[in-house]
């Protein structure tokens, strides 16, 4: 994929941007936040697109804002969209980024690349020596 144009991007958070440990929040998977902070930076849209409501809810993005992403919009199409019964409640989207996909989520790295068509540029932690490290 080459998108050119500014997308509009909808990701699920349990399960995708952290570990499934609904109603708790999982720890953040490896490069999620780095690959949607860099999305946003790239002038795509984020949504917020989550089975969560409520006091679950609010975590959910406040936890995403200590983390850096304010979403374009939460589990709606745009900030402003008000839902009733005779709507539709699908969001529109370019693209849906969800651990539900047939094949599961990818790796974040290979998301963006995906997405931009470029190699992500992202700092990859050093690991620790083992313990066997020593004896060689």
């Given at each position: 994929m080459n998108f050119h144009d500014?997308?509009?991007i909808a990701i699920d958070f349990d399960g995708t941007i952290v570990e499934d440990g609904y109603p708790s929040i999982g720890k953040p998977r490896i490069f999620a936040f780095e690959t949607l902070r860099k999305l946003q930076e790239n002038g795509h849209r984020l949504?917020?697109?989550?089975?969560?409501?409520?006091n679950r809810l609010e975590e959910a993005v406040a936890f995403c804002n200590e983390n850096g992403i304010e979403f374009y919009a939460i589990n709606k199409s745009f900030e402003e969209e008000q839902f009733?019964?005779?709507k539709s409640r699908k969001i529109y989207a370019d693209?849906?980024?969800?651990?539900?996909?047939?094949g599961g989520v990818l790796g974040w790295g290979?998301?963006?690349q995906m997405?931009?068509?470029e190699i992500?540029?992202?700092?990859?932690?050093?690991r620790k020596k083992g313990f066997f490290s020593f004896f060689k």
């Open positions: 500014k997308l509009i949504i917020l697109w989550t089975y969560r409501s409520g009733d019964t005779t693209l849906f980024i969800d651990d539900r996909n047939i290979e998301i963006y997405i931009t068509n992500p540029k992202m700092k990859i932690p050093k």
